[in-house]
């Protein structure tokens, strides 16, 4: 038989992995996911075939595994929306645990697909094959070994298993699921036997809809336990609000509604999404700071507290409420975790934080009492600070940590969203952020506090806003992302990072006492400058002295097309000292 004429049969086994990957890529898109992060590797071919003629999915391809996976958690943080991250086996899984632990811990949604080996090479010494379905052990909220495909099997089942996996990443309690995809070889038939190639269910086919459609769910507090709680909270002269990390505007707007209701101060963390640019009679921007001044905090003990959203980050307001005993104490969020390290919370609610704050505002008849000399109180306190820090701040020339914090915050364009580093940049934002700017969207990687993955997470969340973005960074954590600037190319993010040449955040420790061996160990100063890294990367770069230049090119990088990094240098025995001078200037008061 001459095999130049005689066509030979695609093998099964690629026709399948081919329609395989075309069903879970296309299912993905239908189920609302619209972002594939994906970085190179051979095993996820038909995966990486599938996502490429797909004309809906959108793509950030990228090289490494770490920075893809928190390129799709800051893609989450903006939109809300799952996106899919895409690996090849091994290794590359491994490195996706970083952004996982994150998103489990903030409740981020997130699907990971992870092509595998066959059973038949699994433990075998086959070449990068690693023990992988479980890797991401309870980080996960659900996790599907997915068979190798398989001609013989309907292919309804991996439309049922995607649709699952994208339910289970979108219902409460919210994050990431783990798809373990295996492939055998050869991962695609030739291009031209693609005519051979089964396609998916008829009625699927033929519709844009999940081949499951999964009828949502928000759990909503029954109105008896609202009512339970307004008789709690009835008797309460003076109560607060916190709002913790909030996951929308929506969220925190809803918020400050339920505290103006209440007639009580609203706490809110530099993540609530109301914290900048705050605009209501109940915001107490500044209560950090408040915080730090012990005759302030003798005078101002809650009877209740409503804490809703994520963790706060603020110490002194743990603390705070840790030491006042307030009761009823409530938490409400999105999820069924614990959220009480001082073990004070004697209510938590699992509840839509937007439908439990419009249920509990809406006071039927029954007002709660509101008591405005309180709540004015903190409010007054809080534009004091404020203005105190203007004052304190105008002094020198030099940028400072906290300035440049107050700067950004002030000056930070409408359409920009802020992403801020862990370590001292959030903190810096949580104290010293003004309330006069514009009230842009935040996000921060808060649920586990690491300082690596920021500058992918940044990349990823003015993907998901289709605009610019600031990122607030300290020296380190861009040294531990520093690769992933290349994501930012194609992007207009204006990077500032703080360079106090170490991690400044130590030397606010007991530990830095211990000269012999802080320096080496904690402050691991790497004397570096970062204008040839943006070279590389093919970035803009300024570095300026003054406060002024730092304005000018604050400025200038906001206003010019692609991304820029501005470099900032600091003391950070300076800057100890400074923000130690500015709380007690601040409580001289
Ligand atoms: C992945 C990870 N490793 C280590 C830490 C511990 N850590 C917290 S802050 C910090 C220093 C960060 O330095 P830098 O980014 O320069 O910020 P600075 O403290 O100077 O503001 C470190 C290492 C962490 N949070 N995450
Ligand atoms: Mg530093």
Redesign the pocket.
Known sequence: MNRDTQRVSAPAGALANRLWARLIVEELVRCGVDLFCVAPGSRSTPLVAALAENKEARKLVHFDERGTAFGALGYTRATGRPAAWLTTSGTAVANGL?AVVEAATDGVPMILLTADRPPELRQTGANQTIDQPDIFSDFVRWRFDLPAPDPGMDPAMVLTTVDQAAYRAGRAPQGPVHLNLMFREPFLPDPQDEEELPSGPGSWLEGGEPYTRYAAVKPAVDEAEIENLRNALRSTEYGLVVAGRLASRQQGEAVVRLAESLGWPLLPDVSSQVRLGADSESLVAHYDALLANETFIGAHVPEAVLHVGGRSLSKRLEQFLSRSRPDPYVVVRENPFRLDPHHRVTHSVEADVVGFCVALARTSGHPLPKNNSWTAGWREASEEVGRRLDELLSSGTEPS?PLVARLISRNIPADHGLVV?????IRDLDTYAATDGAPVPVAANRGA????GTVATASGFARGLGGPATLL??????L?DLNSLVMLRDLRVVVVV???D?????SFLPVSRYKEFFEPYFG?PQGVAFEPAAAMFGIGYERPGTTNEFMEAYRAACARDGSTLIEVRTD?KENVALHRELLAGISDR
């Open positions: 970083p940590e580093a862990s370590s001292m940049p506090s690491g300082i690596d960074i300290g020296d380190l954590a861009l531990h703080v360079n106090n170490g991690g400044g955040i130590f691991t950070r």
